[in-house]
């Protein structure tokens, strides 16, 4: 009987790194000892399941975790060509259409032109380009404070846009999108929900 009234705390804190509520919200005054010390911590996650597009049967995960403003993205993608294929925040999120074109256009609430990451000018939906071995799962990590998933921001705020990826790579410099090639892949960036 002890060994159960173990468990409970602890999986309540496996449980707390799927929240998109504070720990003070989901435990109220029961809040296990060993988790008092983070409380007030807001933690926010959303994600985007990938499908295949225009002919391809990519699938994989976009996940998006954000933690006192600052948000982490995990691309993990299965099926994708070697080489260099594009990946972009798209302004609107709708999948429906079989080539991805109903995401529209990249997100660019700050009427920018397209350019890399973290250069002079660029989308704040340019993400860049996915370096993928061709024989296993194509990852990529990036961790910034230009999104946020539980703000009021338009042009910070990604949630309900789209996630696509590009057949070919992203040049950096062709307007507006990067001469990247059909859209291979789409997921709209949902909020994950406590269960």
Known sequence: MKFTNLMVPLAAIGFLSACTNTVEEQYDDNIPAEIEAVEGINITSAVADIEGKSGSDISGTVAFT????????????????????????????????????????????????????????????????????????????????????????????????????????DDFSSQPSGAAGARIGCGVIDKDEIM
């Open 66 to 169: 954000e933690t006192e403003g600052v948000v982490k993205m995990d691309v993990n993608i299965i099926g994708l060509g070697k080489g260099k294929h594009a990946i972009h925040i798209h302004e609107t999120g709708d999948c429906s259409a079989v080539d991805g074109k109903s995401a529209d256009g990249h997100w660019n609430p700050t009427d920018e032109d397209h350019g890399k990451w973290g250069g002079s000018s660029h989308h704040v939906g340019d993400i860049g380009n996915l370096e993928s071995p061709g024989d296993s799962m194509t990852v990529m990590t990036l961790t910034t404070d230009a999104w946020c998933l539980s703000c009021d921001d338009p042009e910070k705020n990604i949630l309900n846009k789209a996630i696509i990826i590009h057949k070919g790579e």
